[in-house]
């Protein structure tokens, strides 16, 4: 018998079955079928809420190893991208599969570049929503618009298509972020300045007031800069299996970034830098902590921009932002919350409720600290986290569209409901009582 199956044993019938193990120890759960107890059994299957222990693609993108702390894009560890490369650049790592030489970076900056303009009529559609609108709101609905504005877009088998709408997705994002902040503020929109870097632009599109020009701080502009190359990818996170979900039924990209960036905006996910500063600043000072920590253990509350799906270990992303956190404060002035965060990351790290559930902070712990510092209003910051995942949801996408083995995504659920019942007419059904019960737990 090969040394790579797995051979399982059906205690009901007593036969036994070899599944293959490949890639070093994956199953798969279609080999399960074949296990039946008879010619009408459909055969087993898994059960995996959330997919805690299914692999849902074969990808080549960013690699984590939970357990360790790593993290890599395409083979690259992440602390080497953000010390020395640009988010441009780790974007066309990314998208591509490799570093760019001059060149190919230089095409590629410009390609991107020419497209942060969008349509006049978006910017009518941004004047549609109201003057508190939630700036995440904002982006996914205009992202969603530019579906619209690019019918070619359908064409997803199509590779010239792909790499347009990736261009194009990742010019406009920063533009639709910054419309949507200045729209909260009321301010008049600010028009690309594509002389100006990346985040140099999207720093001057957001906070260019009366100046001729806007000289955005090199030292902001390098902060923002590493922080969207730590934010780019993080393998099949949940709004990256949003666009792989809605993908695999072959809408257009922007349909699909727009569920992508709706995943995103929840507080277990990209808005949870928010709700790791709005935690801090409840806390309010050092002494409050234990208080915190407590009702955490009783299960009362979460630590925000604590514990994650995959790390079992720190963050690496977070270790970056920690330090990177005291250049930006030499810019801005220091953020007091810092503290906080410190002396709540020292004091959980100690405690056996955050050891034993090996829950360490993440990179929303001190992304948000950095943010505010910058002068970012707490509802931007999930908006921040969505313009560099960009690069990661088009990756990702686009990987899926050309795998064979990729179908529309359509799990299996385990029926837990009333078997046949017959229609009675409404006179002859439960008394209000029995009714009221049913139905009170449902929506
Ligand atoms: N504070 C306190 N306890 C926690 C926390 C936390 N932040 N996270 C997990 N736990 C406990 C949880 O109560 C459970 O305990 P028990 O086994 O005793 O019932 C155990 O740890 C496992 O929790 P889980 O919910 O099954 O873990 P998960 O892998 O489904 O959840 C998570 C991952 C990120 C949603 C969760 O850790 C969480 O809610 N963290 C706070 C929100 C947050 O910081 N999210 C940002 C994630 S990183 C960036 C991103 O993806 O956007």
Known sequence: MANNTLTITDNRTGKKY????????????????????????????????????????????TYIDGD??????????????????????????I????????AHYDRWKHNITIHTMVHENIKMFMEGFRYDSHPMGMLLSTVGALSTFYPDASAIHDLESRRLQTRRLIGKIPTLAAFAFRHTRGLPYVYPDNDLSYTGNLLAMLFKMTE?????????????????????????????????????????????ASAAISALYGPLHGGANEAAIRMLMEIGSVSAIPALIKKVKEGERRLMGFGHRVYKNYDPRAKILKHFAEQVFEVTG??????IAVELERIALQDDYFI??????NVDFYSGII?????????????????????????????MVRDPEQKIARPRQVYIGESTR???PIQSRPKPTQHEDAVSEAI
């Not at 993290?71 to 490369?85: F, M, Q, T, V, W």
């Not at 000289?215 to 800069?225: F, G, I, Q, S």
């Open 356 to 361: 034993s559930h090996k829950l360490y902070p």
């Open 212 to 256: 001729l020009t806007y000289k955005p701080n090199p030292v902001l502009e390098r902060a923002l800069d590493v922080l969207f190359i730590l934010h780019a990818d993080h393998e099949q996170n949940c709004s990256t299996n949003a666009m792989r979900a809605v993908g695999s039924s072959q809408p257009d990209p922007y349909a699909c």
């Open 422 to 424: 017959h229609y009675t």
């Open 95 to 102: 998208v591509k599969g490799e570093l760019p030489d001059q």
């Open 68 to 93: 360790k702390g790593i993290l890599r894009y395409r083979g690259y560890p992440i602390e080497e991208l953000a010390e020395k490369s640009n988010y441009l650049e780790t974007a066309y790592l």
């Open 371 to 399: 943010y505010q510092a910058m002068g970012f209003p707490m509802t931007m910051f999930p908006v921040l986290f969505a313009i560099p995942r960009t690069s990661g949801w088009m990756a990702q996408w686009a990987e």
């Open 18 to 61: 070899d599944v293959p193990i490949e890639e070093g120890g994956v199953i798969r759960a279609m080999d399960l079928r074949q296990i039946k107890t008879g010619a009408d059994d459909f055969g087993l299957m898994t059960y995996d809420p959330s997919f805690g222990n299914t692999a849902s693609c074969r990808s080549r993108v």
């Open 334 to 339: 220091r953020n007091p919350l810092i503290d």
